[in-house]
């Protein structure tokens, strides 16, 4: 059997995404900040052939340089977006859904210990930015 499948977005667009939620009064507050560096990159490197490509006036290559550029990285920051969004609030209804996990005692004391990590428990320094057992971002 024949699938097509369409792939808008080719490109490794997200170089990193940071995720926070908080909790106001019964809803679920979600903010989230994408970088997009390593897509700005590709994007770049991918348009720098115009310069020798094409063969018009450096004000045409500029343009064109310009156009690719708003192709690749604008297009793909869109999409991206688009489908973050999408997926958060696919996520966010998913957890809304289920019963909010239990916290035993000792998983009270460990996020109650600075020096200890709150999703594991281990041990950790003040310096430590990610948890060394369980490789959770601190902080």
């Known amino acids: 059997m024949f699938r097509f499948v369409?792939?808008?977005n080719l490109l490794k667009t997200i170089?990193?995404?940071e995720i926070t939620l908080k909790e106001k009064g019964?809803?679920?507050?979600?903010?989230?900040?994408?970088?997009?560096t390593e897509l700005f990159v590709i994007s770049l490197l991918l348009?720098?052939?115009?310069?020798?490509i094409w063969s018009g006036s450096i004000g045409e290559k500029i343009i064109i340089f310009l156009i690719q550029n708003a192709l690749f990285y604008g297009l793909n920051v869109?999409?991206?977006?688009?489908r973050c969004n999408r997926l958060m609030r696919s996520t966010l209804a998913d957890i809304q859904e289920h019963e909010p996990p239990?916290?035993?005692k000792e998983q009270q004391a460990w996020i109650s210990d600075a020096a200890r990590c709150d999703a594991c428990g281990h041990a950790i320094e003040p310096r430590d930015k990610i948890c060394?057992?369980?490789g959770i971002r601190l902080g």
């Open 6 to 8: 369409w792939n808008w």
């Open 15 to 17: 170089t990193f995404i």
């Open 26 to 36: 019964t809803d679920i507050v979600l903010k989230y900040r994408i970088n997009f």
């Open 47 to 52: 348009s720098l052939p115009v310069f020798y």
């Open 78 to 82: 869109v999409i991206t977006i688009l």
């Open 102 to 104: 239990t916290v035993s």
């Open 132 to 134: 060394p057992d369980c």
